[in-house]
């Protein structure tokens, strides 16, 4: 890939969106035998692909705009202003 994404921070969030995911299949290596046919590097290789080819035009601020007035944004809370 030639373009590098835009990748923006702000704490928000959409409701429903997963925030934290963790997958690990080694514990399926050792019950029963199970080992992945295509390694993490190159699945995550053929998604980038395939992702580049079915790029999507996106309006990103008017789908902000439409979720923010839906109500479906989250703000982030960092750890260190958590209370409790």
Do not use: C
């Not at 959409?14 to 934290?20: A, L, P, S």
């Amino acid at each position: 890939m030639e373009a590098k994404p835009q990748i923006e921070i702000r704490g928000r969030y959409r409701v429903g969106d997963i925030r934290h995911a963790l997958a690990d299949v080694s514990l399926l290596e050792t019950s029963i035998g199970y080992r992945p046919a295509t390694s993490f590097e190159s699945g995550v290789r053929a998604f980038a692909e395939w992702a580049e080819k079915n790029a999507a035009d996106a309006d990103d601020i008017g789908a902000q705009r439409e979720l923010a007035s839906r109500d479906l944004f989250r703000q982030a809370h960092s750890p260190q202003n958590r209370t409790g």
